[in-house]
């Protein structure tokens, strides 16, 4: 498709377990983004990938979460040892560049609704 | 810190009426501003993005401008529609954060028939 793609598109999970989530940019986009969406919090940057390097982290909440992408394509958010606190929807986002590019209009996926028992 | 703020939280409005959504942030030094609408259970649409060094964009009924100076930026929607009904989101890609985005909190739009 010629949008983000996200999935799945709902997880449910227990507390404790590690779940993985993932993200599939436009294609071409070299940047791209995770945020979380939460009640109260509203949304919130998590991390920046460039190509398969991540020089911006500085939003992960703890270090259970984690990220990687792959290819300059594909990414895959973990979170381990989940916990209630976690539920959100985690929201992707890619743009054609990045830090270096001042126009860099990013495009979201429809989300990818994370609820913890 | 660098913030973004939304006014009003919710607007209701009749069909046809004309209506300006604003957004406020604390740092001038940006390198743009973009408007999304979110509709329930839904991901982010882009609306428009308004470069530093322009004042405004358009898009159909839809009309962003930005002043840097006092931290301002306004989505005017022309003749609303039920259609429009959705939450609004400003994010501002602020000069001193990098490539993310900080969002407000948003402006929850009704549009009545």
């Known amino acids: 498709g010629a949008g983000v793609s996200q999935s799945p598109s709902n997880k449910v999970t227990e507390k404790g377990k590690d779940v993985e989530l993932r993200c599939d940019p436009i294609?071409?986009?070299?940047?791209l983004y995770w945020y979380r969406q939460s009640l109260g919090q509203g949304l919130e940057f998590l991390i920046y990938f460039q190509g398969n390097s991540a020089p911006d982290k500085s939003g992960l909440p703890s270090d259970r979460f984690s990220a990687e992408r792959t290819g300059g394509s594909v990414s895959t958010l973990t979170i381990q040892r989940t916990q209630q606190e976690d539920s959100a929807v985690y929201l992707c986002?890619?743009?054609?560049?990045?830090?270096?590019?001042?126009?860099?209009?990013?495009?979201f996926g429809p989300g990818t609704r994370l609820t913890v028992l | 810190k660098q913030e973004v703020t939304q006014i009003p939280a919710a607007l209701s409005v009749p069909e046809g009426e004309n209506l300006v959504l604003n957004c406020s942030f604390t740092d001038s030094a940006i390198y743009n501003l973009q408007w999304f609408r979110q509709d329930p259970g839904k991901g982010l649409t882009s609306l428009l993005l308004?470069?530093?060094?322009?004042r405004e964009q358009t898009s159909g009924r839809l009309n962003a401008s930005l002043d840097k100076s006092s931290g301002r930026s306004t989505l005017y929607i022309a003749a609303s529609q039920p259609g429009d009904s959705a939450t609004y989101l400003c994010a501002v890609r602020f000069g001193t954060s990098g490539s993310r985005l900080t969002f407000g909190e948003g402006t929850q739009l009704t549009v009545n028939p």
């Open positions: 308004i470069q530093s060094s322009q």
């Open positions: 294609s071409g986009h070299t940047a």
């Open positions: 986002a890619s743009s054609l560049g990045g830090a270096g590019f001042s126009y860099n209009e990013q495009f």
